[in-house]
């Protein structure tokens, strides 16, 4: 059961655009929504994280939105870079649970 | 402090044989969790270990399973392995089991089942 949907599947952008990446979960109890950060031969790394009580974090170049009522979120990454170039994944935990639900991934890839 | 790290980083199995995987967490950690990457996929979360005991589990079958030690560090064992079993194998640590304590990845074992 995929409890989090995210798109695209795959991205290009031109250096300097913006990178949107869309999630949408099920479970309204999650009340954790990180994003990761994955590059080849690696494991992925946080990148940023929000709670629900909150619409909207930035930090540098990446922004997350929030949207409770329609259970949606995105990550935004401004002034994309070819170092961005990534898989990124969204992911959703619920209060006093033990397993964070990932949705499929994003490729990334920002032309120079 | 030293990140979270994972042996072997490679690893090729047949069919029917067993596997033992290894993880040591970052410092000052004591929750493991395992997760199952496959290719072109998101990571599926296997089980989570806290304090040498088993918190948690996903959707995964009994021939999957764990341990963790006294230091923390925590081993994968699957039994029987099937073709589909071939996966990046991803340990996480993480300051607590709960709440929104963020998961620290080692980089993975990729095991490949012929």
């Known amino acids: 059961q995929q409890q989090v949907k995210q798109s695209p599947q795959s991205l290009i952008v031109q250096k300097g655009g913006i990178s949107i990446i869309n999630c949408a979960y099920e479970?309204?109890?999650?009340?954790?929504f990180p994003w990761y950060q994955q590059f080849p031969g690696k494991g992925p790394a946080l990148l940023i994280a929000?709670?629900?009580?909150?619409s909207e974090k930035k930090e540098g170049r990446f922004t997350i939105s929030f949207n409770k009522s329609a259970k949606q979120f995105s990550l935004h990454i401004m002034d994309s870079q070819p170092g961005d170039s990534a898989t990124y994944f969204c992911?959703?935990?619920?209060?006093?649970?033990?397993?964070?639900?990932f949705g499929a991934g994003t490729r990334l890839f920002v032309k120079a | 402090e030293t990140g979270v790290t994972q042996s072997p980083t490679h690893l090729i199995k047949t069919r029917g044989q067993q596997v033992t995987l290894r993880c040591s967490s970052q410092?000052?950690?004591?929750?493991v969790s395992w997760y199952q990457q496959a290719l072109g996929q998101g990571p599926q979360f296997i089980f989570q270990?806290?304090?040498?005991?088993?918190?948690g589990r996903g959707n995964f079958p009994p021939r999957f399973s764990g341990l963790q030690f006294p230091n923390y560090s925590s081993e994968l064992n699957v039994n029987a392995l099937e073709l589909d079993d071939s996966a990046l194998y991803l340990c996480?640590?993480?300051?607590?089991?709960?709440?929104?304590?963020?998961?620290?990845f080692g980089n993975g074992t990729r095991l490949t089942v012929t």
């Open positions: 992911a959703a935990k619920r209060a006093g649970g033990f397993k964070t639900i």
């Open positions: 410092s000052g950690h004591n929750t």
């Open positions: 270990y806290y304090r040498e005991e088993e918190n």
């Open positions: 479970n309204t109890a999650f009340d954790y």
């Open positions: 996480a640590s993480s300051l607590d089991r709960g709440g929104d304590s963020p998961l620290h």
């Open positions: 929000i709670r629900p009580d909150v």
